[in-house]
C-alpha cells in the first residue's frame, strides 16, 4: 500500500463520515458544514486522480462560492426568525427502501462491470495551461460575463439581506 493509497482512503472516509453528518444532522448549519467537508474531500479525491481542474472548480465554485451563500443565507434566515433551524424526517421508511434499492443497483452495477487496468504510456500534459490559456482568449467574453452575473447576484443578495433596503422604503 502506497502513500497515494492511504491519502485516498483518508479522503474516502472523511467524505463518507461528512456525508453521515449531512443525513443524521438536524441542525442545517452543521448540516452545510458537513458538505463543505465532504465538497474538500471529493476536490482531494480528483486531485489524487490528477484532475487538476476539476479539483480546483470543485474547491473555488462548489465549496468557496455556492457553499459560502448557503451558510450565509443560513445564518441571515436564523438571524432573522430568532429560532434555530431544525428539520424532522417524516419520510423514513420510504427513504431507506429507496437508499436500500439504491444501493443494490450500483453494487450490481460495480460487481458486473470489467475495469481495465490504466495504461502508464498517456499523454500527461499540463491540462491547466490548455484550459488557462483557452479561458483569456478564446472564451474571455462569456467568463468576465459570469464573473460579472456572479457579482450581480452577490450585492443583490447583500441588500436583500441588510437593513439598506428597509431605510430606503422608509
Known amino acids: ?73 443560513i445564518m441571515l434566515t436564523n438571524r432573522i426568525s430568532g429560532k434555530s433551524l431544525q428539520t424532522d424526517s417524516h419520510n423514513s421508511f420510504m427513504g431507506i427502501v429507496f437508499s436500500s434499492v439504491f444501493f443494490g443497483v450500483i453494487s450490481y452495477s460495480f460487481f458486473n462491470t470489467e475495469l481495465s487496468a490504466v495504461d502508464k504510456n498517456l499523454n500527461t500534459v499540463n491540462h491547466m495551461t490548455t484550459v488557462g490559456k483557452e479561458l483569456m482568449s478564446t472564451y474571455v467574453a462569456p467568463f468576465e460575463v459570469s464573473g460579472v452575473l456572479l457579482l450581480v447576484c452577490l450585492i443583490g443578495a447583500a441588500l436583500t439581506a441588510s437593513s439598506f433596503k428597509k431605510n430606503l422604503n422608509g
Open 1 to 73: 500500500m502506497t502513500i497515494e493509497d492511504i491519502i485516498l482512503y483518508l479522503f474516502i472516509g472523511s467524505s463518507v463520515a461528512a456525508v453521515l453528518v449531512m443525513i443524521l444532522n438536524r441542525n442545517i448549519f452543521y448540516a452545510a458544514l458537513g458538505l463543505l467537508v465532504c465538497l474538500i474531500s471529493l476536490s482531494g479525491i480528483y486531485a489524487l486522480l490528477q484532475a487538476e481542474f476539476l479539483a480546483v472548480t470543485q474547491l473555488l465554485i462548489y465549496a468557496g462560492g455556492v457553499l459560502v451563500l448557503i451558510i450565509f443565507g
